[in-house]
């Protein structure tokens, strides 16, 4: 199993970034793909990025291609997601996620793991 704990969510204006961090404790960290998900109020979650093991290979959602960077630290078994240039649409909660296969894989299938979710909120 795998735990995955958020943070860093909340509430700014529209330009302004947040990061977001996901730290996780259980099986060996490192050799999962890692990724953000988010739902917004009516819809149906989606996928914001996946990124690979080793970072590598990253998969992001065309909405936030160019403001959000993922990126991951083994070594402290965390998982970031630096917002820029937040929009009022990316109002949502996210949750972190893992999978067991490829960040590919999560991506077009989903996860295997989810945190609790962080909300965030971007005003206009």
């Known amino acids: 199993q795998v735990q995955l704990v958020e943070s860093g969510g909340g509430l700014v204006q529209a330009g302004e970034s947040l990061r977001l961090s996901c730290t996780a404790s259980?099986?060996?960290?490192?050799?999962?793909?890692m990724g953000w998900f988010r739902q917004a109020p009516g819809k149906q979650r989606e996928l914001v990025v996946a990124?690979?093991?080793?970072?590598?290979?990253?998969y992001y959602a065309d909405s936030v291609k160019g403001r959000f960077i993922v990126s991951r630290d083994n070594a402290k078994n965390t998982v970031y997601l630096q917002m820029n240039s937040l929009k009022p649409e990316d109002t949502a909660v996210y949750y972190c996620a893992a999978g067991l296969t490829t960040a590919q894989a999560m991506a077009d299938k989903g996860p295997d793991y989810w945190g609790q979710g962080t909300q965030v909120t971007v005003s206009s």
């Open positions: 259980g099986r060996t960290f490192r050799i999962y793909p």
């Open positions: 990124i690979s093991s080793l970072g590598a290979k990253t």
